[in-house]
T-cell receptor, first 115, second 113 residues
Framework: TQTVSQSDAHVTVFEGDSVELRCNYS??????LSWYIQHHGHGLQFLLK??????VVQGVNGFEAEFSKSDSSFHLRKASVHWSDSAVYFC?????????????FGKGTKFSLIP | EAAVTQSPRNKVAVTGGKVTLSCNQT?????MYWYRQDTGHGLRLIHY???????EKGDIPDGYKASRPSQENFSLILELATPSQTSVYFC????????????FGPGTRLTVL
């Protein structure tokens, strides 16, 4: 059974600062990883994904994530945040070859900017 | 852009009543999913489907049934609603070959009194 954990329930920074949202997973083999964003009152939207190849993947709106097998992590980063980035961010994992394409989501990190 | 719609957007039900939540997708995706979202739990999978006529149990199926009468439609049914089923419910669709990317509907807020 794979699990995914997001250690920070809430992260706050100033506009223009950089941010890193952490995601760790527990599974020994190959794994699909992804990040989703949820603005208040809306459904989730896909940001980016990783399965193999370059461990740094680029997403929309300047987001990127880096996979680390040694750390079992897939942290999300942005160099300079904007007010519109305020949202809840979910990390998700999926085991390959299961056929169901089921995702297991972390509990989410609420990201907000300091006014 | 993928399009997933849900109805109703808000619903108040009484304990013991029957509730049906509907989902429609125009992406021609084979897979569809029902999740519930609760504070402190993130999203949890209730039921999912590989295509018309199929339904599968997710991680928390107890108290819920699902129906997939067509490629486009996927319903979640609460035969005997309970207050513990008060939540926000999300439907999603995804392709079967590369299912990491799922497309979500706007959600249905259900309150069971």
């Amino acid at each position: 059974t794979q699990t995914v954990s997001q250690s920070d329930a809430h992260v706050t920074v100033f506009e223009g600062d950089s941010v890193e949202l952490r995601c760790n997973y527990s599974y020994g083999g190959s794994i699909y990883l992804s990040w989703y964003i949820q603005h208040h009152g809306h459904g989730l939207q896909f940001l980016l994904k990783y399965y193999s190849g370059n461990p740094v993947v680029q997403g929309v709106n300047g987001f990127e994530a880096e996979f680390s097998k040694s750390d079992s992590s897939f942290h999300l980063r942005k160099a300079s945040v904007h007010w519109s980035d305020s949202a809840v961010y979910f990390c998700a994992v999926r085991l390959p070859g299961t056929g169901s394409n089921r995702l297991t989501f972390g509990k989410g990190t609420k990201f907000s900017l300091i006014p | 852009e993928a399009a997933v719609t849900q109805s109703p957007r808000n619903k108040v039900a009484v304990t013991g009543g029957k509730v049906t939540l509907s989902c429609n997708q125009t992406n021609n995706h084979n897979n569809m999913y029902w999740y519930r979202q609760d504070t402190g739990h993130g999203l949890r999978l209730i039921h999912y489907s590989y295509g018309a006529g199929s339904t599968e149990k997710g991680d928390i199926p107890d108290g819920y049934k699902a129906s997939r009468p067509s490629q486009e439609n996927f319903s979640l049914i609460l035969e005997l609603a309970t207050p513990s089923q008060t939540s926000v419910y999300f439907c999603a669709s995804g392709e079967s070959d590369w299912g990491v990317e799922q497309y979500f509907g706007p959600g249905t807020r259900l309150t069971v009194l």
